[in-house]
């Protein structure tokens, strides 16, 4: 029997446990444990229960263990930009406080006082995104400066569980760029920046890249779940990780990753962190192999998940892609408007924007679905157009991959909506981007372009002309 790796894939609605070993050269998934994730407010914020998530981290653990597929190594990714502290015990300081909460209200503001937009994109290359962690320190040294002050470590998401699982505290390279203080060319903190902003040096830990191995698991966590395993990063950013498992052999191929969010665009080998493609919105996060994920955030799925919660009753995620692909109802709205980012109720506000546009108020699921699913691809399509602008590229294949690539009213939307074929799949893109890199490192899969070809020849992927 060959080798298993685990990914622990933790997303904003859900986490799960995947399971995986080659066989015959194809990868194999086995879901082990799933997990329910989601904002929930505490002393008055919008935080993530990092505890609980972090027994259910163990939980899945032990049943790898009870099914006696005990991993080679371990990996955990997350959504970026999110952070905690910890004092010099090693303990969190306050909340892990979530990216849709308010706190960053006007912060953008406090943080061009010091720097002016332009010249922070110029210098960091990463799309504003009110919620980046930049902005969210600053919330930080305005309302709880004793929170930095008593702070030695800044740890992301996914750093922190496993400096949780192996006692190591670093910080990963493809979930560090998505908050805003990283130097695309030194790869490394952009400490320059760092201290203008005021905010202290020292909480800011070492880079590492994805496949280092940290350590093994901790006594205590060996005794919870069982059994040790090694504690190897992945590309920890969810979208770092989704986007090694796109099945190409192209340098040049455009991707959706789509989920919570669509993150729609290609890989580069250098920053553009030009006005243009500041103009055009589009970012340069930090990827595997030190390429760039030059793309854009479209708000996605999040806004059907949303209303799902509001008035979905029961129904699948397919069910309400299939009843919105019954209607014909036309309206369009902005997705990437801010007013979607958490409005009180997400199915008002989208009717509310059709309304205030003078077209057609969608009436019920289906048709707010359908404006939704609609808005989503035409968005897609500008995107692109934007893309090719910049990068002088013709592209002639879109890869969808995360969970909305089961979304065919909206893949079928996509297609319509650029005029390029659209080949969705695998659905567990995160999951499998996340245990490729563990598996480069442990020598099972030789680089990224074979643990793409492995991809490719292992999940099925469906075509949309
Ligand atoms: C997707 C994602 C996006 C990031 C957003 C917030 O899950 O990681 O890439 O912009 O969440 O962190």
Not at 86 to 93: N, S
Not at 117 to 142: C, H, P, S, W
Not at 322 to 336: K, L, R
């Amino acid at each position: 029997m060959n080798p298993y790796y685990l990914a622990v894939d933790i997303g904003a609605s859900s986490g799960r446990h995947i399971l995986a070993h080659l066989e015959n050269g194809k990868m194999v998934l086995e879901e082990v444990h799933r997990f329910p994730n989601g904002m929930v407010e505490k002393d008055g914020e919008n935080v993530w229960d990092v505890d609980e998530l972090f027994a259910q981290i163990k939980l899945g653990m032990k049943k790898c263990g009870e099914l006696g597929k005990i991993p080679v190594s371990v990996g955990v990714d997350t959504w970026g930009v999110d952070f905690v502290l910890l004092d010099d015990k090693g303990e969190r300081i306050g909340n892990a406080v979530a990216y849709r909460d308010g706190r960053t209200r006007g912060m953008d503001e406090e943080v061009y006082k010091v720097i002016p937009e332009d010249a922070l994109y110029a210098r960091t290359g990463i799309q504003k995104a009110i919620f980046n962690t930049i902005y969210q320190l600053m919330a930080l040294k305005v309302r709880r400066p004793e929170q930095l002050a008593e702070a030695e470590t800044l740890l992301m998401m996914p750093d922190y569980f496993h400096y949780l699982l192996s006692g190591v505290a670093a910080t990963e390279y493809t979930e560090a760029t998505t908050g805003q203080l990283i130097c695309p060319e030194t790869k490394d903190w952009d400490m320059e920046l760092i201290e203008k902003l005021g905010y202290p040096k020292k909480i800011f830990r070492k880079i590492v890249t994805p496949g280092t191995m940290l350590g093994e698991l901790t006594r205590e966590v060996q005794e919870e779940v069982g059994f040790t395993c090694k504690v190897v990063v992945p590309a920890t950013h969810d979208t770092g990780s989704a986007v090694i498992a796109v099945p190409t052999d192209s340098d040049n191929a455009l991707y959706i990753s789509s989920g919570t969010w669509s993150l729609l665009g290609t890989e580069r080998m250098q920053a553009n962190c030009s006005p243009e493609s500041k103009a055009n919105n589009l970012t340069n996060e930090g990827g595997y192999e030190y390429r760039f994920r030059y793309l854009k955030n479209i708000m996605g799925l999040w806004m059907i998940q949303s209303v799902k919660k509001e008035i979905g009753g029961d129904l699948s995620f397919g069910e309400i892609c299939e009843m919105a692909s019954g209607c014909s109802i036309t309206s369009i709205v902005d997705c990437n408007d801010d007013r979607f980012l958490a409005p009180a109720n997400m199915t008002e506000e989208v009717r509310a924007a059709c309304r205030e546009t003078g077209q057609q108020v969608p009436e019920g699921l289906a048709e707010i679905a359908s404006v939704i699913y609609n808005s989503l691809a035409k968005c897609y399509a500008r995107t692109i157009k934007g893309l090719e602008g910049i990068t002088g590229c013709k592209y002639d294949c879109i890869h969808i991959v995360g969970g909305g690539a089961n979304a065919d009213y909206l893949n079928r939307l996509t297609a319509e909506a650029t005029g390029i074929p659209v080949y969705a799949g695998p659905t567990e893109a995160t999951a499998i981007g996340n245990v490729a890199a563990q598996m480069i490192t442990a020598g099972e899969l030789t680089d990224l372009k074979a643990a793409r070809k492995c991809v490719f020849d292992s999940f099925d992927i469906i075509k949309y002309e």
